[in-house]
T-cell receptor, first 120, second 112 residues
């Protein structure tokens, strides 16, 4: 199956700093990528949909200015957590959807390995 | 927004016992997907169900989509220790974005 990479896998930062997380589709093009947040033993919460060449679509309750998303190319989306605070500590996972020609209803998503953010 | 309820939250079984997790939605779903997340890992796609009443099998795993397309289940026969992990159902929004709404997940523990 398709491969999605995420970098870094783990980051520890001081409160008030910004952290950038990269999500790359390695062997396919992804016009749409998704960013999720997951707390321990909890479900994945969709934060935003990242669209190549246009603005991201944020879910209700997610601060746009706090979580900056840039989808600069068909294989790269970045999430920047600005002025991070301890409550932002979490597991952030991206996913990408491979568009299969002729199968518009096929929505399999490929997930990156995740980034564990710890804000001190 | 769309909500998907998944039960049970936890399930402990002895190796060899069967396991079932259920998902329910108050609205009709265009399709539903199932993912498995191993401890410390990321979700991995298992299957997608699209048709009303659809049943699909993958070795010891059986997936069902209800007739009304509002509920789904995953059944594992004769669990093995390799089945350990969290199983999520996810409802697809049916839009071109492919947005998914995840259920709460069922954490499966298999005792040898």
């Amino acid at each position: 199956g398709a491969v999605v990479s995420q970098h870094p896998s783990r980051v520890i930062c001081k409160s008030g700093t910004s952290v950038k997380i990269e999500c790359r589709s390695l062997d396919f093009q992804a016009t749409t990528m998704f960013w999720y947040r997951q707390f321990p033993k909890k479900s994945l919460m969709l934060m935003a949909t990242s669209n190549e060449g246009s603005k991201a679509t944020y879910e209700q309750g997610v601060e746009k200015d706090k979580f900056l998303i840039n989808h600069a190319s068909l294989t790269l989306s970045t999430l920047t957590v600005t002025s991070a605070h301890p409550e932002d500590s979490s597991f952030y996972i991206c996913s990408a959807r491979e568009v299969v020609a002729g199968l518009s209803s096929y929505n399999e998503q490929f997930f990156g390995p995740g980034t564990r953010l710890t804000v001190l | 927004g769309q909500q998907v309820m998944q039960i049970p939250q936890y399930q402990h079984v002895q190796e060899g016992e069967d396991f079932t997790t259920y998902c329910n939605s108050s609205t009709t779903l265009s399709n539903i997907q199932w993912y498995k997340q191993r401890p410390g890992g990321h979700p991995v796609f298992l299957i997608q169900l699209v048709k009303s009443g659809e049943v699909k099998k993958q070795k010891r795993l059986t997936f069902q989509f209800g007739e009304a397309k509002k509920n789904s289940s995953l059944h594992i026969t004769a669990t093995q220790t390799t089945d350990v992990g969290t199983y999520f159902c996810a409802a697809a929004g049916g839009t071109s974005y492919g947005k998914l709404t995840f259920g709460q997940g069922t954490i499966l523990t298999v005792h040898p």
